[in-house]
């Protein structure tokens, strides 16, 4: 099971910081993904992690503004933005995966085992 927060309402530059607590996890090759979803869109990879070796990957459009990581002893990610934008806008969903997915699979949402329920961010210009 996994609980999103975080999410509100930032001006354009501002910053905000998501987080997704999971429960019920057992075992550590998993990994942990950020999805964002706007109004009329597709749902589209942001970050991934891979929960045991800490490796990450990003979405062109977040690299060098947006941080993943994880507390292992709160079973806890992170979604650190920073330098937000109009464009960054949308539902954001924590994903998790009980298999340590690999770089061609990790961008697709179906990849994914299990999925919080979605935490709003806005950016206003």
């Known amino acids: 099971q996994l609980q999103a927060s975080g999410g509100g309402l930032v001006q354009a530059g501002g910053s905000l910081r998501l987080s997704c607590a999971a429960s019920?996890?057992?075992?550590?090759?998993?990994?942990m993904g950020w999805f964002r979803q706007a109004s009329g869109n597709e749902r589209e990879f942001v970050a991934a992690?891979?929960?045991?070796?800490?490796?990450?990957h990003y979405s062109d459009s977040v690299k060098g503004r947006f941080t993943i990581s994880r507390d292992k002893a709160k079973n806890t990610a992170y979604l650190q933005m920073n330098n937000l934008k109009a464009e960054d806008t949308g539902v954001y969903y924590c994903a998790l995966s009980e298999r340590h997915l690999i770089v061609s699979v990790l961008r697709i949402p179906r990849s994914y085992d299990s999925w919080g329920q979605g935490t709003q961010v806005t950016v206003s210009s």
């Open positions: 019920g996890i057992t075992g550590s090759s998993y990994t």
């Open positions: 992690m891979r929960w045991y070796s800490g490796s990450t």
